[in-house]
């Protein structure tokens, strides 16, 4: 079964600090992956989406990297700010899988000032 | 604003009851996907929609769960004889063109009581 793993499951940290989160997949063969940030109540919106090739995708003070080889990505979050508290979620699509993504259990992320 | 809207955003019922609810995609979106997500868990597929073709389900969808997209436009999901496990949020999500980076909804927050 196609897995994705997200740690850590929960974060604080305080504003300005940058953070790591990290995502591992089984899915296979891969297709694209991609970091949605989610804010509570509300749907996911995609910050990055990087295929096999890409090995990192910046997004403003978001830079995710990709390790095709190990099956790992990390979102970076750079000079957090209290709005970037949220949940975020790493979303791989299989190409053998037509539209369907599979979804980690995402990172809760809590900025305090 | 023109993304995807979903009604109502809340919802409570009392277990036996059916409800429905609607998703309306981005203008010119011929693929609409509908997810459900338990709280701290990621996104879970149930079924997607090729204008009006259902041409994915996923084995959530149990017999009480019908999808539909009659026009190829909006789609409704209802739930029939709800139960308690069917408390969670319903998130849509519509996309066009390759690969299909999916836009989604605000959700639909079920509470069956």
């Known amino acids: 079964k196609n897995q994705v793993e997200q740690s850590p499951q929960s974060l604080i940290i305080l504003e300005g600090k940058n953070c790591t989160l990290q995502c591992n997949y089984t899915v296979s063969p891969f297709s694209n992956l991609r970091w949605y940030k989610q804010d509570t109540g509300r749907g996911p919106v995609s910050l990055t989406i990087?295929?096999?090739?890409?090995n990192t995708k910046s997004n403003g003070r978001y830079t995710a990297t990709l390790d095709a080889d190990t099956k790992q990505s990390s979102l970076h979050i750079t000079a957090s700010q209290l709005s970037d508290s949220a949940s975020y979620i790493c979303?791989?699509?299989?190409?053998?899988?037509?539209?369907?993504?599979?979804f980690g259990g995402g990172t809760r992320l809590m900025v305090k000032p | 604003d023109t993304g995807v809207s979903q009604d109502p955003r809340h919802k409570i019922t009392k277990r036996g009851q059916n409800v429905t609810f609607r998703c309306d995609p981005i203008s010119e979106h011929n693929r609409l996907y509908w997810y459900r997500q338990t709280l701290g868990q990621g996104p879970e597929f149930l079924t997607y929609?090729?204008?009006?073709?259902?041409?994915?389900k996923s084995r959530l969808l149990s017999d009480r769960f019908s999808a539909e997209r009659p026009k190829g436009s909006f789609s409704t999901l209802e739930i029939q004889r709800t139960e308690q496990g069917d408390s969670a949020m319903y998130l849509c999500?519509?996309?066009?063109?390759?690969?299909?980076?999916?836009?989604f909804g605000p959700g639909t927050r079920l509470t069956v009581l």
């Open positions: 990087m295929t096999f090739s890409e």
């Open positions: 979303v791989v699509r299989d190409n053998n899988a037509g539209n369907m993504l599979t």
């Open positions: 929609f090729q204008n009006e073709a259902q041409l994915e």
């Open positions: 999500a519509s996309s066009k063109g390759r690969p299909p980076e999916q836009f």
